[in-house]
């Protein structure tokens, strides 16, 4: 099993920054991906950012490409959401998750899921 903790969420002014932080914890998971997912009051969980553990190949969201940035330290088995320019429509709940391959965008090709942290922004 692998536990995930995310850290970072709080309240921030639109136009604000905030870094997310998820600490994985367990067996060791190789070759996986890592990634963020969010999840707004009243709408479906969503894909955010997702990076490749071994090359760091990055993909992002449509909505969240140019403000927000994904980065990991595979020494320390911990990745990170670096969101910039935050809008009021980013508020959510952030969980950081393991994903099944790069190719995957949606909660079926998660196999294990944080806690979440949540983010509010302000206008």
């Known amino acids: 099993q692998v536990q995930l903790v995310e850290s970072g969420g709080g309240l921030v002014q639109a136009g604000g920054s905030l870094r997310l932080s998820c600490a994985a914890s367990g067996r060791s998971f190789g070759g996986s991906v890592m990634g963020w997912f969010r999840q707004a009051p009243g709408k479906e969980r969503e894909f955010v950012a997702g990076?490749?553990?071994?090359?760091?190949?990055?993909y992002y969201a449509e909505s969240v490409t140019g403000r927000f940035t994904i980065s990991r330290d595979n020494a320390k088995n911990t990745w990170y959401l670096q969101m910039n320019g935050l809008k009021p429509e980013d508020t959510a709940v952030y969980c950081c998750?393991?994903?099944?391959?790069?190719?995957?965008?949606?909660?079926?090709?998660?196999?294990?899921w944080g806690q979440g942290t949540q983010v509010t922004v302000s206008s």
């Open positions: 990076i490749v553990r071994s090359g760091g190949a990055t």
């Open positions: 998750t393991v994903l099944r391959s790069s190719s995957e965008r949606t909660i079926q090709g998660v196999v294990y």
